[in-house]
């Protein structure tokens, strides 16, 4: 059974056209992260939410905002999505902080988007 | 700003030979974990391992804490080409509920 689950797979958009990416949880974990991963990089964490607080990478561009209406759902809106910010972006949650415990973070597939 | 370097960043070697990817830092981390990713996926943990000098089997992937907790291995016996795909070491620091992920290995495996 799924736990992280991101919609859509794939993504096209256009230059400057505002796109929304979903990401829900099956875990009732606590925190859930976004990460932009270019290609064959490693992950760059952009913010994430401890339940309704959120917390924003100092170098996360303004473009990219969060949203968490509740605890199964968080949202990635890029307001105006330039060519570089083609990557895939990843969801995932840990059930507490990770320092905190050995909670690990699990992953969602991913969403690849695309800027034409 | 914690760093993790992985070494080598690429990796493609044939079927049924042992091969090791290395994690170094400068840090010191809580507890240091192994992920695999596969094209088109999310990473996947592997382990997670956390005293120093903690060496975990899971099946023919060994993975070692370095006694410190600022390095990690991961030794892969008679590698498959299963085992294809890109592996990510990431630290958890004290007092910081953020993982630093390592730079990647990209392992290719050779029918």
């Known amino acids: 059974d799924a736990m992280v689950i991101q919609n859509p797979r794939y993504q096209v958009t256009q230059f400057g056209k505002p796109v929304t990416l979903s990401c829900s949880q099956t875990?009732?974990?606590?925190?859930m992260y976004w990460y932009q991963q270019k290609s064959s990089q490693a992950p760059k964490l952009l913010f994430h939410y401890y339940d309704k607080d959120f917390n924003n990478e100092a170098d996360t561009p303004d473009n990219f905002q969060s949203r968490r209406p509740n605890t199964s759902f968080c949202f990635l809106d890029i307001r105006s999505p330039g060519l570089g910010d083609a990557a895939m972006y990843l969801c995932?949650?840990?059930?507490?902080?990770?320092?905190?415990?050995?909670?690990?973070?699990?992953f969602g597939p991913g969403t690849r988007l695309t800027v034409l | 700003t914690q760093l993790l370097e992985q070494s080598p960043q690429f990796l493609s070697i044939q079927e049924g030979e042992n091969l090791t990817v290395y994690c170094n830092s400068s840090s010191v981390f809580s507890s240091l974990q192994w992920y695999r990713q596969e094209p088109g996926e999310g990473p996947v943990l592997l382990v997670t391992?956390?005293?120093?000098?903690e060496v975990k089997k899971l099946k023919r992937l060994t993975f070692q804490f370095g006694d410190a907790r600022k390095d990690s291995s991961l030794h892969i016996t008679a590698a498959q080409p299963g085992d294809t795909g890109l592996y990510l070491c990431a630290g958890v620091s004290f007092g910081n509920e953020k993982l630093t992920f390592g730079t990647g290995t990209r392992l290719t495996i050779i029918p």
């Open positions: 995932a949650t840990s059930r507490d902080w990770t320092s905190t415990s050995t909670d690990t973070q699990y």
């Open positions: 391992v956390v005293t120093g000098g």
């Open positions: 875990l009732n974990h606590n925190v």
